[in-house]
């Protein structure tokens, strides 16, 4: 094979280098303002996440604070079954959005704040069923209010 | 304020804290409960219906987190560490169940009782339990 015979292929890989050449030099302007707006809707994803994870984190701790009051008529612990339910329901809503972000997690973005939220899911499941076991499910257990008794007498 | 654990607490703690995933636990433990008081304690979910003698399950931070259950005698101004477990790792779960609330609850009431106890105390970064008995 002699010199020009080669010519052809040498040509076309010089017209793709060519070609390649010219797209980067365009793209160079535009990656740093497409890499920038990236960056940012990352930035409010985090925040947005953030967010929602610390008014969980709130409810949690509002939930808390009911399994301290001293709750007997029957209306009042209708209204603790309700919430029970709600939070169940919340907690079911929170989860599908969870597992939405799985591709995001997978490719590791916003891990921590993920985690966070992951957490917070977990503790408001955990909350609702302590909740609940406070007011409706401990009392019966035998010997549950005797200890009770039996304490108050130390 | 006096903090005192029963064995299944000391059992549990012992355990955990072989794990390496579970060593920041003793930390947990001494930042949450010594040197401060019971209202600071007075904190968390209370699982019983006693102003007096609250039972209560705390959220402890720490990676993955863990969960604490103890009894306040606030007249005494003593903590009674009933039992802990973490929510993540090869120990981890998410709760115990409600037969195993009210079994902690009433193993608390008799090792008072018959001061089947352990005395918690720090020395270093260290947490040292003393039989009461």
């Known amino acids: ?154 | 304020m006096a903090i005192y654990c029963t064995e299944t607490f000391r059992a549990q703690f012992a355990k955990l804290i072989k794990k390496t995933s579970y060593a920041d636990l003793e930390e947990e433990l001494i930042n949450h409960f010594f040197n401060k008081d019971i209202a600071q304690l007075s904190t968390g979910t209370r699982l019983n219906n006693s102003d007096t003698t609250p039972y209560i399950k705390k959220r402890l931070a720490g990676s993955g987190g863990y969960r604490m259950y103890y009894l306040l005698l606030i007249k005494d101004g003593n903590v009674y560490l009933m039992f802990v477990h973490p929510k993540s790792g090869s120990m981890g779960y998410d709760n115990i169940t409600d037969a195993s609330k009210a079994a902690l609850y009433k193993e608390v009431l008799k090792c008072i009782q018959h001061n089947e106890l352990y005395f918690l105390r720090v020395v270093g970064d260290k947490v040292h339990f003393d039989p009461v008995k």
């Open chain 1, 1 to 154: 094979m002699n010199a020009t015979e080669n010519t052809p292929q040498i040509l076309a890989t010089f017209e793709s280098v060519r070609r390649f050449s010219f797209e980067q030099k365009r793209q160079a302007v535009y990656s740093e303002q497409a890499v920038n707006e990236f960056l940012d809707a990352v930035l409010d994803f985090k925040a947005m996440l953030a967010d929602k994870t610390d008014k969980i984190n709130v409810i949690v701790t509002r939930v808390e604070a009911i399994t301290w009051l001293q709750l007997t008529d029957n209306e009042t612990l209708m209204l603790v079954n309700d919430l029970v339910s709600q939070l169940k329901d919340l907690r079911s809503s929170l989860v599908r959005q969870y597992l939405s972000l799985d591709f995001l997690r997978k490719k590791g973005v916003a891990k921590t704040e993920i985690k966070a939220f992951k957490a917070s899911i977990d503790d408001l499941l955990d909350v609702a069923a302590d909740l609940e076991s406070r007011f409706f499910y401990l009392p019966k257990i035998e010997g549950f209010e005797e200890t009770s008794r039996e304490l108050s007498l130390l």
